[in-house]
């Protein structure tokens, strides 16, 4: 299960990082908008939410569609979150956002290693998800975990009034 401590330390140069999970509740939605809500534009096309009122109503519709969103903590602390979707053997990563004090530690790595490694305990083998095609931070940090390209959604999403194209990655066991 997700909702465990995630087993032994995970290390990271120059720190030592003990991680827990836990679903996140809407409690936790002011902490998540307050680490997304500088870099929208690297989270959210134009039909994503662009206050915290939205971003309320966002994540309630995510949990009545079975989205699952886990936060990753450290050392007590709340540092990250992951939503996904899950149906069988077929997972959707949908979001993911951390911290800033933890971005360029090997937190966020680490975390999404994590739930890599439970998912494919759990018999999955392959997590997709995308990204904007122009975000070569996500890129630089996906490719890093082993991502592969597997398309171009061509003008996909609107955003900023400009059409931009998602780039289709996945991650296979």
């Not at 989270?43 to 990753?72: Q, T, W």
């Not at 077929?90 to 290693?113: D, E, I, K």
């Amino acid at each position: 299960m997700l909702l465990q401590r995630i087993p032994g330390d995970t290390h990271v140069p120059k720190r030592k990082i003990m991680m827990t999970s836990r679903e996140v509740t809407p409690k936790d939605y002011p902490t998540i908008w307050h680490w997304m809500k500088d870099e929208l534009d690297l989270h959210c096309d134009d039909s994503g939410p662009s206050n915290i009122v939205e971003f309320y109503e966002f994540m309630e519709h995510s949990a009545l569609a079975l989205e699952r969103c886990i936060m990753f903590e450290e050392d007590g602390h709340s540092a990250g979150a992951i939503k996904f979707d899950r149906a069988g053997r077929l997972v959707s990563l949908r979001g993911m956002v951390f911290a800033p004090h933890v971005r360029g530690t090997g937190f966020a790595q680490s975390a999404v290693s994590a739930l890599l490694n439970l998912l494919h305990e759990d018999g999955v083998r392959k997590v997709s998800f995308t990204i904007f095609a122009n975000n070569f931070r996500a890129q630089r940090f996906f490719f890093g975990l082993g991502a592969v390209v597997e398309g171009i959604l061509v003008k996909h999403v609107v955003q900023g009034g400009e059409p931009k194209d998602m780039m289709v990655l996945a991650l296979h066991a």
